[in-house]
């Protein structure tokens, strides 16, 4: 008796274990470079249901890396972005129970952009005038030889 209902127990785990290795979720994984092919950090990728409408993002890594990795099963939309770049879009993305599904963007440089503000200012030279003037201190009159009357300050 003990030994049938030691075996009824592993029958029933024997057949438990199938039920606990289904998958539930699938994945999306990729990478995000630019032009030139080098990973790019720091974009932000976003992957919508279509069908539900729910909305999950994450960033990539240092190795241009993102993954999502427990998505309900259905067809995403997945965008990456990034400020001074192209926004890549994927539209139509199936993800089935247990599939992890490889997505990889390239960003293209977005349009460069440039302004120039010219601002206007008065001169530090009056140019309407062409007059010439120069301040003479005390100290200098002091260094200049003198003489009996104020003519010998004009000849030297």
Same mark, same amino acid.
């Given at each position: 008796?003990?030994?049938?209902?030691?075996?009824?127990?592993?029958?029933?785990?024997?057949?438990?274990?199938?039920?606990?290795?289904?998958?539930?979720?699938?994945?999306?994984?990729?990478?995000?470079?630019?032009?030139?092919?080098?990973?790019?950090?720091?974009?932000?990728?976003?992957?919508?249901?279509?069908?539900?409408?729910? @909305?999950?993002? &994450?960033?990539?890594?240092?190795?241009? #890396?993102?993954?999502?990795? $427990?998505? !309900?099963?259905? /067809?995403?939309? %997945?965008?990456?972005?990034?400020?001074?770049?192209?926004?890549?879009?994927?539209?139509? @993305?199936?993800? &089935?129970?247990?599939?992890?599904?490889? #997505?990889?963007?390239?960003? $293209?440089? !977005?349009?460069? /952009?440039?302004? %120039?503000?010219?601002?206007?200012?008065?001169?530090?030279?009056?140019?309407?005038?062409?007059?010439?003037? &120069?301040?003479?201190?005390?100290?200098?009159?002091?260094?200049?030889?003198?003489?009996?009357?104020? /003519?010998?300050? %004009?000849?030297?």
């Amino acid at each position: 008796m003990r030994f049938r209902n030691i075996a009824l127990v592993f029958l029933l785990l024997a057949l438990a274990m199938p039920a606990l290795a289904q998958e539930q979720r699938g994945a999306i994984e990729g990478v995000v470079k630019d032009a030139s092919g080098a990973v790019m950090p720091g974009v932000t990728v976003e992957a919508k249901n279509t069908s539900v409408g729910s @909305v999950v993002s &994450t960033v990539t890594d240092a190795n241009g #890396v993102f993954r999502f990795p $427990a998505l !309900a099963a259905g /067809t995403y939309e %997945v965008t990456a972005s990034l400020q001074g770049f192209n926004t890549a879009k994927n539209s139509a @993305v199936p993800i &089935t129970l247990g599939q992890i599904k490889k #997505v990889d963007f390239t960003l $293209a440089v !977005a349009g460069v /952009t440039e302004s %120039v503000q010219v601002t206007g200012e008065s001169p530090l030279v009056d140019v309407r005038q062409s007059a010439r003037s &120069t301040s003479i201190r005390g100290e200098q009159i002091d260094l200049l030889p003198k003489g009996r009357d104020f /003519t010998t300050l %004009v000849t030297h």
